[in-house]
């Protein structure tokens, strides 16, 4: 279905309409020996009419052209929304085929191995595209640079409402590489701890699918569907992440606040509320709400009241 060429006149449109409509009437000639282009665009809109017996053309009440012309482009609309609705049936066919592939693909109950890196990472793709709420990731050891390089997917979920907890062991705080990042995902609105304990490598995503080794030198991964097994990894990785301690990334990379979440940590440093902040910088709550969660994660404070005291002497 063609869009209908509804886009308003140009400059020289308009002004050869109101030349036309000056004149009462013109010849379709001299109309075209005056702009070609122009007539035949305003003839095409509807807003000049060629009287073919006597050869005038003469303007057209542009309201009545405004109506009709938006009686068409509700007319496309309505098309395209019924297009719309069978989208989803028209795939439901081969919707059926990718499920009936998944489900043989796995070899025991919501568990399934894999063991080549480049289907690992596949599969990996994959979920990070689909999940919408919430992600979880420990990392024990060293993080290798080219998996911090690209923030691509990261930010993307973040930008889909996708809430995200790493947990990471003492030695990215010697990283640089490792600490650029945390201070970079820490403005993105990710929570970065480091637990000075062994942990288990996990990545759990929306809740519903696990991703953990299956081999000691982790090159099998276990994608864990199960819903009891997967509430269980959860709880361990929630309580590892409690008892994770707060690092000062920005401290450790020189890393300055962005202009916006200095100036609400001054406005909480004076006392003033959350609602109050967000209406004296002319911002949603929900905006302020996710700088006051970044800020609190950075200061390690635990109540509004603590960050504004913990900022009292200017937002670092």
């Known amino acids: 279905m063609t869009e209908p060429d509804v886009a308003p006149p140009t400059e020289t449109e308009k002004a050869l309409f109101h030349a036309v409509l000056r004149a ?52 496309h609309a309505t098309g395209l929304l019924a297009r719309a609705d069978r989208v989803a049936g028209d795939l439901g066919e081969l919707a059926e085929s990718y499920d009936s592939a998944q489900r043989r693909a796995r070899p025991g109950p919501g568990i399934t191995h894999v063991a080549s890196l480049e289907q690992i990472q596949h599969r990996l793709l994959v979920i990070e595209d689909e999940y919408r709420e919430e992600g979880l990731a420990a990392q024990p050891g060293p993080r290798p640079p080219e998996f911090l390089d690209d923030d691509s997917r990261m930010r993307k979920a973040l930008a889909r409402g996708v809430t995200a907890d790493v947990l990471y062991q003492p030695v990215s705080r010697d990283t640089a590489h490792t600490a650029c990042y945390a201070a970079a995902a820490t403005d993105w609105g990710v929570r970065v701890r480091v637990l000075d304990e062994p942990f288990t490598r996990m990545l759990i995503f929306d809740r519903r699918v696990a991703v953990i080794p299956a081999a000691a030198d982790n090159a099998v991964a276990a994608f864990v569907e199960d819903p009891v097994v997967v509430d269980h990894l959860v709880a361990v990785f929630q309580r590892d992440f409690a008892r994770a301690a707060r690092v000062p990334w920005h401290d450790l990379t020189g890393r300055q606040l962005p202009e916006t979440a200095r100036r609400i940590g001054e406005l909480l440093a004076t006392g003033l509320t959350q609602r109050a902040v967000a209406t004296r910088l002319g911002l949603s709550e929900r905006t302020v709400a996710a700088h006051i969660a970044r800020l609190r994660e950075r200061y390690g404070a635990e109540t509004l009241f603590q960050l504004g005291w913990l900022m009292r002497d200017g937002a670092r």
């Open 24 to 75: 009462g009437r013109v010849s379709l000639r001299e109309v075209m020996e005056q702009d070609a282009a122009a007539a035949a665009r305003l003839l095409e809109l509807g807003l000049l009419v060629h009287y073919q017996v006597d050869g005038w053309v003469a303007a057209v009440n542009p309201r009545t052209v405004g109506a009709r012309l938006g009686a068409t482009l509700r007319e």
